[in-house]
């Protein structure tokens, strides 16, 4: 009894990242097969009887599916593991700055939240730094889990700081820039053992003004805590315990 090898498939796409409009090409590594015959199927439909197919797929998501019959007949079906994504190439929109706040009176710290969908996701984050408002510094790159920066190299009783941030898609195209925010020279000062006053710049960053301040507390979870809202045009206030 002789028994014949099953073909034994390995295949990869020749870009790691699928994007709309560029041609998709399968290079196909499979082993055990001569004489072989291939059947590529995308979704349901079959798409290709090439050995090494070539693609051109509108966005979204699809299921690729390969059939292979060797010169012996043994047959095997394997599916990629994951969803096939074409991602768009269209400018994210700019992802928004949340808050820049001095934290722990030294350091500036900088919260965005991105804007995307399921075809046009966020690949990584580019952060800028101003000191005068007017050229803006890289500061660094970060992946797309990462959605704060603590930035240690300020004097925050000195200088105030802006900072915007830009986001590039998984086809490497950037958005238009965020939000400006502005890290607010923030004072204080103790008048008695139990009350604080706080002080701070007006913020100006805003086409449309301001519509208030809050003031917020960092609490035991790591979240911020609402502890006080003042009107737009004070730039004051006293804390009691």
């Given at each position: 009894m002789y028994i014949n090898p099953t073909p034994e498939i390995n295949f990869e796409f020749d870009e790691p990242t699928l994007c709309l409009g560029s041609e998709i090409n399968i290079m196909n590594q499979s082993s055990n097969i001569a004489n072989e015959s291939f059947e590529w199927f995308i979704d349901d439909s079959l798409a290709s009887t090439q050995a090494n197919p070539?693609?051109?797929l509108t966005l979204g998501g699809y299921f690729l599916t390969v059939h292979v019959v060797n010169q012996y007949g043994c047959k095997i079906r394997q599916s990629y593991e994951e969803a096939l994504i074409v991602y768009d190439t269209t400018p994210l929109p700019a992802p928004e700055i949340i808050r820049?706040?001095?934290i722990n009176d030294q350091d500036v710290y900088t919260?965005?939240?991105?804007?995307?969908?399921?075809?046009?996701?966020?690949k990584e984050y580019v952060?800028?730094?101003s000191l005068d408002q007017q050229s803006y510094d890289y500061l660094g790159t970060f992946n797309a889990l990462t959605d704060s920066y603590i930035?240690?190299?300020?004097?925050?009783?000195?200088?105030?700081?802006?900072?915007?941030?830009?986001?590039?898609?998984?086809c490497n195209v950037p958005s238009s820039a965020s939000n400006i925010s502005s890290s607010v020279l923030l004072g204080y000062e103790k008048p008695n053992e139990f009350q604080t006053i706080l002080r701070w710049t007006s913020y100006e960053k805003w086409k449309e003004g301001v519509n208030r301040y809050e003031v917020q507390k960092l609490n035991e979870y790591g979240q911020w805590d609402v502890i006080k809202i003042v009107n737009?045009?004070?730039n004051n206030t006293l804390l009691d315990p």
């Open positions: 070539s693609f051109n820049s706040t001095v919260e965005w939240a991105p804007k995307q969908n399921a075809v046009n996701t966020v952060l800028f730094k930035d240690e190299d300020v004097d925050v009783f000195t200088d105030n700081y802006t900072y915007y941030v830009v986001s590039i898609n998984q737009h045009n004070v």
